[in-house]
Every structure is written in structure tokens, then in C-alpha cells.
Nanobody, 119 residues
Framework: QLQFVQSGGGVVQPGGSLRLSCKGS????????VGWLRQAPGKEREKVSC????????TYADSVKGRFTITRDNALKTAYLQMNNLRPEDTAIYYC????????????WGQGTQVTVSG
């Protein structure tokens, strides 16, 4: 009974910021890598970022590098995606998901949250 519950989506103007949260339950959170993915209409799914379970190392898609930061708080069983300098092309449904490592396919997705960047 592994699940993620997401929060923090919304509408923001270009150049603004949002922070997404992803809280896990039903599993040992600190044993799993957590990734963020996004899906926009007419576009292919994109893996945005991932943070490992072992050493906390992070990866980012080129499209968000330097603007987004992924973190985790194992005591709270929560991962975060801080999104700064948002652009209209960042508009998408954002999902968090777990994997054994950041090199493996992500599964056990959260419910998704809409991020809309519009001026």
C-alpha cells in the first residue's frame, strides 16, 4: 500500500515560483529514489528531476537545470520540487514517483498536480 500525495500546484505568472510537495506513506520512504515528471498536452512525458535514496545525489533535465531544485526530508517522508523563474513552457501536470534508484523506471506515481504559468 505505497502511495504519494501531492500538493503545491497552482497558477503563477512567468518569472514566478512554486514549490511542489510529495508525501509518501505505506513504505520506507528513505529507501527509495523520488523523481518528478511532467506531462503537457501534445508533448511527450518528460522526467524533470530525481533525487537518490542513498547519497542524495540529484539529476535534472536540461530544460529545468538552474531553475528547479529537488530536495527531500526523510523524517517527513516528503520530497519537494522548488521551481523558480517559471516559463509558460513549464505548464504541465506534475507527478512525483518512486524508484529503486534514479537509473530505474519510475513507478508508484502520485495523483498529479497542475502547474500553469501564464501572464
Amino acid at each position: 500500500q505505497l502511495q504519494f500525495v501531492q500538493s503545491g500546484g497552482g497558477v503563477v505568472q512567468p518569472g514566478g515560483s512554486l514549490r511542489l510537495s510529495c508525501k509518501g506513506s505505506g513504505f520506507n520512504f528513505d529507501y527509495f529514489a523520488v523523481g518528478w515528471l511532467r506531462q503537457a498536452p501534445g508533448k511527450e512525458r518528460e522526467k524533470v528531476s530525481c533525487i537518490s535514496s542513498v547519497d542524495g545525489s540529484t539529476t535534472y533535465a536540461d530544460s529545468v537545470k538552474g531553475r528547479f531544485t529537488i530536495t527531500r526530508d526523510n523524517a517527513l517522508k516528503t520530497a519537494y520540487l522548488q521551481m523558480n523563474n517559471l516559463r509558460p513552457e513549464d505548464t504541465a501536470i506534475y507527478y512525483c514517483a518512486a524508484a529503486g534508484s534514479c537509473q530505474l523506471p519510475l513507478g508508484a506515481w502520485g495523483q498529479g498536480t497542475q502547474v500553469t504559468v501564464s501572464g
